[in-house]
C-alpha cells in the first residue's frame, strides 16, 4: 500500500476501513484498547505500545495498543468480496426498521446483554456501549431475548438509537435523515432555546436544543413516530 492514495472512509461493524487505490482497503480492529494519534510527519512508532504508522504529506497517524496483550488487528485486503470476509454480518439497528430488529434480536435465545454485544446479531455495539444501553432502557442484562414482548422489543430499539444517537452524530447523513430548523423554544423566564431536528426516513426524531443567548447545548429529545 505504499504510495497509495486514500480514496474513502467506511465502517464496517466496529472496524475502521480506509479505501485506497487499485481496490485496495486497509481494515483496521482498535478493540479496547486500541487508539490512533496525529504526530508529525516520519514520527517514530513508540517502542512499547506502537504499532505502525500511516504516513501522510502533513503528518503521521500512529496505531497504538497498551496492556500487555495485543488486540487489536489491521488487514490489507483487495476488493469487495475480500473486504466482506471481515464483515460479521450483524444489523445496523440505527436504520433497521422495527420488524428488522425484532427478528435480529430474538433469532437465538440469548440475554440482552450478551445480543448486544454479539456483532452477528447486532452490528457495532460491543461491550463499550451495551451497558449504558441497558440503563437507559431500564432492562436487566440477564433478560432474555426469547421472552420479550413486542412493547419490550419496541422500547429497548428506542433506547439502543437513543443511546447510539449521542455517539454517532454526523453519521446520519450516510442514511438519508434530514436536518431542518425548528424555531425558537421558551426555556424558562425571559430565556429561549433554538431547536433543530433531525428526522430519520422512518420517523424517528432528535431534537437539540440550544441557548440562543450563547449556544450553548441545552436539551436532546427523542421522538417516535
Known amino acids: 500500500a505504499n504510495g497509495k492514495v486514500v480514496t474513502g472512509l467506511r465502517r464496517l461493524g466496529k472496524r475502521l476501513v480506509w479505501a485506497l487505490e487499485d481496490d485496495l482497503f486497509v481494515v483496521i480492529h482498535l478493540m479496547i484498547a486500541g487508539r490512533f494519534r496525529w504526530l508529525d510527519t516520519g514520527a517514530k512508532i513508540p517502542g512499547k505500545v506502537g504499532l505502525a504508522a500511516f504516513d501522510f504529506d502533513n503528518g503521521s497517524l500512529i496505531l497504538t495498543e497498551a496492556g500487555s496483550q495485543r488486540r487489536a488487528s489491521l488487514y490489507l485486503v483487495r476488493g469487495e468480496n475480500a473486504l466482506a470476509e471481515h464483515d460479521p454480518g450483524g444489523l445496523e439497528v440505527m436504520t433497521a426498521t422495527p420488524q428488522q430488529f425484532a427478528e435480529a434480536l430474538t433469532r437465538e435465545n440469548h440475554t440482552l446483554k450478551r445480543a448486544l454485544t454479539d456483532p452477528h ?23 432474555l431475548t426469547g421472552k420479550l414482548t413486542p412493547e419490550q422489543i419496541e422500547d429497548f430499539q428506542f433506547a439502543v438509537r437513543t443511546s447510539l444517537d449521542t455517539l454517532l452524530r454526523g453519521w446520519w447523513r450516510e442514511r438519508g435523515a ?31 436544543e440550544s441557548a440562543a443567548r450563547d449556544a450553548l447545548p441545552a436539551k436532546v429529545s427523542y421522538k417516535r413516530k
Open 121 to 143: 446479531l447486532l452490528s457495532g455495539i460491543g461491550n463499550a456501549y451495551s451497558d449504558e444501553i441497558l440503563h437507559a432502557a431500564k432492562m436487566s442484562p440477564m433478560l
Open 178 to 208: 434530514k436536518l431542518s430548523y425548528v424555531g425558537r423554544r421558551e426555556a424558562g423566564i425571559g430565556a429561549r432555546n433554538e431547536v433543530v431536528r433531525l428526522t430519520y426516513p422512518d420517523g424517528f426524531a432528535v431534537e437539540y
